[in-house]
């Protein structure tokens, strides 16, 4: 589920290229793929949550346009 070669914040789960070390969002230090990986594993947090849309989260477009077909 996450790749070594990446980093990622571990509050949001946004995603970042290795050389970056803050989350834009968060201002947290992101950790590494294999660091998230063992987190995951160690059963202190699910990542099932992250999939899941309420009717109280906002939604916003993030392109408009004319789909191709």
């Given at each position: 589920m996450f790749d070594d070669e990446l980093?990622?914040?571990p509050l949001c789960?946004?995603?970042y290229r290795a050389e970056i070390n803050l989350?834009?969002?968060c201002d947290v230090t992101l950790l590494s793929g294999a660091q998230m990986q063992a987190k995951s594993?160690?059963?202190?947090e699910t990542l099932e949550k992250l999939a899941v849309i309420l009717e109280s989260d906002a939604l916003i477009?993030?392109?408009k346009g004319r789909v191709l077909d």
């Open positions: 980093k990622y914040c789960y946004d995603e989350c834009a969002a594993k160690s059963g202190s477009p993030l392109m």
